[in-house]
């Protein structure tokens, strides 16, 4: 009896182990490549300023488009808002319209602080230039 239990304890022993050296595995794995998928998406974000602060026209043609884009989303929460005041909705038809419109500000507000914040980046570059670096630093350490 007491050799089936030790058997059994043996063999689960061993079986909880590989598991948890698998799942170690595959969350470095997982870990690493999150790491270096920030590492790209810091180097396209320091590219873009870069040639923002150069004046590259399509940069700034894009980046007027992206705040018109927020302030189309902006107006279109407003008269969401508004419509459905004047035309007297109630009920979850006013809720899924006010969801809707919040959701449209937060888009707005999120396209006008992205854009906002690379040009106030491009326009002091040198420091940007330092803090990606540092960023890039941080990150390549946890490698």
């Known amino acids: 009896m007491e050799e089936q239990i030790s058997a059994t ?35 396209s974000d320091e590219e873009f300023v870069i040639k923002l602060s150069k004046g590259n026209k399509k940069l700034l043609r894009s980046t007027f488009v992206a705040i018109l884009i927020s302030f189309l989303c902006l107006f ?23 969801g809707v419109s919040l959701v449209c500000v937060l888009i707005g507000a999120g396209l006008c602080f992205y854009q906002a914040r690379s040009i106030i980046q491009s326009a002091n570059l040198t420091d940007a230039k330092k803090e990606f670096q540092k960023k890039r630093e941080a990150l390549e350490s946890k490698l």
């Open 76 to 98: 279109i929460s407003l008269a969401v808002f508004f419509v459905t005041n004047v035309i007297g909705v109630e009920g979850n038809i006013k809720n899924f319209f006010f």
């Open 9 to 43: 304890t043996i063999i689960l022993s061993v079986t909880t182990s590989l598991l948890a050296s698998w799942l170690f595995f595959y969350y470095l794995r997982f870990r690493e490549k999150n790491i270096k998928d920030k590492i790209e998406e810091l180097e």
